[in-house]
């Protein structure tokens, strides 16, 4: 394959060249544990430092407020179950329909284990009932995990209100921020989140290195039983080279973040506004006021999400579907489906997620093939009728 045009950033992100000049001299001449006495050691310990003040930083709270982990799906496990821990008397989440697997295989696996999980739906714009919300919250709910932004329609959800009703309540507020990190502004300091996890690799550091925020005071119970490492809440000996890549990576999305707001959204409505010029029969979905500057999510009546992705794998674009190709079947995406997305159109949903790193000729370039592909299926469609 010649080119590469890359709009699956949702997915998963190019490593920022910035970042791999930073984080390689980690994996070759200091090499020093940085639990070491020695300076050798010493200096790597300053390194990680460094990385969780940059973290800190882009998130508007403390450095010793960071843990890092390994990834997303381990920040979102720790929070709830390191949540549900500390609080015996309380055995209740309350949730959405439409969290990453992350979040809802973990509450799925929990309510095998006697916890009650309370799933709140989305309308067909995919935003919340944030009173409808409150009301799941009772004496019995320890936690409340709600995500900033969702990763396949990107529909930004009010966390920062959530979090104040979730705090008048008692219960504690986690986030799953993975998406919203570094595209959007976040300040800490003036909510009431108590958790927030974050990703790596969705944000221009490599895969292998998560964040989990920790609100001082916060009652999180030890996830990883071994050394010291990480104020002994998770043990063993620190990815060194993945924190200080994710330390630069979070300066670098505070530099960009304007960037992402102005070039990436125009570069996102340029691609949306001609897809939806060219292409018939096609919608949006998710609420397009309130999404992330840099997703969207079309519908193509009558043909399948798959298919078309195909049909763009062989000019090297690369994006996702809604669907789940699950044994044998098609499943379409449970976020689609929460929003009511009738099944043929969740059948034929593709999410574009865009980055810095696009460019305008891409942008131009995948409109001009898209209604091409999407005639030539809707062709062979069995759907289509006259
Ligand atoms: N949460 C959301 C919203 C995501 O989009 C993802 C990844 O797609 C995850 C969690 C999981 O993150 P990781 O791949 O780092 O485990």
Redesign the pocket.
């Known amino acids: 394959m010649d080119k590469v045009i890359y709009m699956d950033n949702?997915?998963?992100t190019r490593v920022a060249d910035e970042v791999i000049e930073e984080m390689l001299p980690f994996m070759g001449e200091f090499y020093g544990n940085p639990s070491s006495m020695h300076t050798f050691g010493g200096q790597v310990a300053g390194r990680i430092a460094r990385a969780r003040g940059q973290v800190a930083s882009l998130l508007g709270c403390l450095p010793e407020e960071i843990l890092f982990t390994?990834?997303?799906?381990?920040?979102?496990n720790a929070a709830i179950k390191g949540t549900l821990a500390t609080h015996p008397n309380r055995r209740k989440i309350v949730t959405t329909r439409v969290?990453?697997?992350?979040?809802l295989a973990t509450c799925r696996e929990l309510e095998r284990h006697g916890y009650s999980v309370s799933e709140v739906g989305v309308d067909k714009d995919g935003n919340l009932d944030v009173d409808e919300l409150g009301f799941r919250i009772d004496d019995n709910t320890a936690i409340v995990s709600v995500?900033?932004?969702?990763?396949?329609t990107g529909v930004v959800f009010p966390v920062e209100r959530i979090a104040g009703i979730v705090r008048a309540r008692g219960a504690v507020f986690h986030t799953?921020?993975?998406?919203a990190v570094g595209k959007l502004p976040i300040d800490l300091r003036r909510s009431n989140i108590d958790l927030l996890?974050l990703?790596?690799?969705?944000l221009h550091a490599p895969?292998g290195v998560?964040v989990l925020y920790v609100r001082k005071g916060t009652r999180l119970a030890t996830f990883m039983h071994g050394g010291h490492q990480e104020s002994g809440r998770r043990g063993g000996t620190e990815n060194v080279p993945g924190i200080i890549a994710i330390g630069r990576a979070c300066e670098l999305a505070q530099e960009h973040m304007d960037e992402e707001d102005t070039r990436v959204r125009a570069l996102r409505d340029r691609l949306q506004a001609k897809i939806l010029a060219t292409c018939p029969d096609c919608i949006i979905n998710g609420d397009t006021a309130n999404r992330l500057p840099n997703t969207f999510n079309v519908s193509f009546e009558y043909i399948e999400g798959e298919a078309i992705l195909l049909m763009l794998n062989k000019y090297g674009i690369c994006a996702s579907s809604g669907s789940a190709c699950t044994s044998g079947s098609l499943e379409p995406s449970h976020v689609l489906r929460a929003m009511g997305v009738p099944f043929t159109a969740a059948h034929g949903s593709i999410r574009f997620s865009l980055s810095r790193y696009n460019t305008r000729e891409e942008v131009d370039f995948v409109a001009e093939k898209l209604p091409g592909i999407v005639n030539r299926l809707r062709e062979m469609s069995p759907f289509v009728t006259g």
């Open positions: 949702n997915a998963t390994s990834c997303g799906t381990e920040s979102d969290e990453h697997p992350a979040v995500m900033w932004a969702n990763n396949e799953d921020a993975v998406q996890s990703s790596g690799h969705k895969k998560g």
